[in-house]
């Protein structure tokens, strides 16, 4: 089976500072990925450099067929048309509608007709429990409501894969139990996700692979059950007894 993305020594810097340092990594159709380690690990830069969001220094990275070392020569809107990424900010349009934010996109950059966006619109938002909110603005909407609506503009342009960063730590841990319930029932579905969380018992319960980053490196990777309950390195033990 081919990988949906593949990662090989990738290495990213900012100025003089290394943030990853030689990562390899593959990612099946189908997986959830989750990816857990301490902040400045280089988890978030990872996850944009598989958007194109972020330049690679060095090393392959290929993503749903797109070659991102080949910067140059990449279709980056083709990209993320294949490739949605929700933040952990919501990067809602404030002056729309929940329903214009979802069909923003479809009618600008897929140029479907208004009928048509609108229709994937009502699937996405009853997919992610919103289809009431249609026509409410985000000021109307609680946080977890509007990071909803945020997966949903991301599901409709129909992605091969789903990236999440943090998605769930700017919320309370009602909401937070919301955005993760939409989020289970994506990976149920079938859709590949690469996510990085704090959310240990998320990442236990449903990651298929947990990756442990540290130094800018994949410290650690397998089953979560694995690597929670036996740590191969003094790092991983501190990080998950720490979160205990």
């Known amino acids: 089976m081919s990988a949906i993305v593949s990662i090989r020594n990738l290495h990213k810097s900012f100025g003089p500072v290394p943030v990853l340092n030689g990562v390899s990594l593959d990612v099946q159709k189908g997986q959830m990925i989750a990816i857990i380690g301490r902040s400045g690990s280089g988890k978030s830069t990872l996850l944009r450099c598989l958007n194109g969001l972020e330049r690679v220094d060095s090393g392959d990275i290929s993503v749903c067929g797109h070659h991102i070392h080949l910067h140059d020569k990449l279709n980056l809107r083709q990209l993320r048309q294949q490739v949605g990424i929700v933040f952990q900010s919501y990067n809602l349009f404030p002056h729309v509608t929940v329903e214009r934010n979802v069909t923003l996109a479809l009618t600008t950059i897929k140029k479907l007709a208004s009928a048509e966006a609108k229709k ?8 992610v429990g919103l289809q009431d909110k249609k026509d409410a ?4 909407l609680s946080g977890g409501q509007q990071q909803r609506v945020a997966i949903a ?11 999440f960063d943090e ?3 700017a919320l309370d841990p009602e909401l937070t139990a919301e955005v993760l319930k939409v989020m289970e029932d994506l990976s149920r579905q079938g859709m590949t996700m690469v996510l990085v969380t704090h959310e240990m018992a998320f990442a236990r319960k449903l990651a298929d692979i947990l990756v ?3 130094q800018g490196k994949v410290w650690e990777i397998g089953p979560p059950d694995e690597l929670f309950a036996h740590p191969k390195t003094p790092e991983l033990a501190k990080f998950v007894s720490s979160d205990l």
């Not at 994937?120 to 997919?127: C, G, N, S």
């Not at 603005?137 to 109307?140: L, V």
């Not at 409709?156 to 990236?163: D, G, I, Q, V």
């Open 120 to 127: 994937i619109a009502r699937e996405v938002l009853t997919l």
């Open 137 to 140: 603005y985000p000021e109307q």
């Open 153 to 163: 503009r991301s599901l409709a342009m129909a992605p091969e894969l789903m990236l």
């Open 167 to 169: 998605v769930t730590s």
């Open 212 to 214: 442990f980053m540290h």
